[in-house]
């Protein structure tokens, strides 16, 4: 990953945590407060963040970089079971595409 996404991405973890930090959020009913505890790059365009709660629980977010449009940037969210296990099923067909989409590359 480049410094500058890195650099980035580090302020974003900062960011994330202030939001989810604040008492008065919604969904917040135990006051938890949340640390950056570790930023895990997986990518150019994913990262894995740890954060540790008040409570000494973790959370962990799922961040993606978008790179044209209004969008541009660091985005995240928090995956449930039910996202990773999706995940996994959207490899294969990530896979399939790209077996498909190979001999368009020779037109």
């Not at 740890?50 to 940037?73: E, P």
């Amino acid at each position: 990953m480049r410094k500058e996404r890195v650099v980035e991405l580090s302020e974003f973890a900062t960011t994330i945590a202030t939001r989810f930090s604040n008492l008065n959020r919604e969904g917040n009913i135990n006051n938890e407060t949340f640390s950056v505890d570790e930023v895990i790059p997986i990518s150019d365009d994913s990262a894995v963040i740890n954060f540790k709660k008040n409570t000494g629980k973790l959370a962990v977010a799922f961040c993606y970089y978008i790179h044209k449009g209004r969008s541009r940037g660091w985005k995240y969210f928090f995956p449930t079971d039910s996202h990773v296990h999706g995940f996994f099923a959207f490899q294969h067909y990530k896979l399939e595409a790209e077996r498909k989409n190979y001999k368009h590359n020779f037109k």
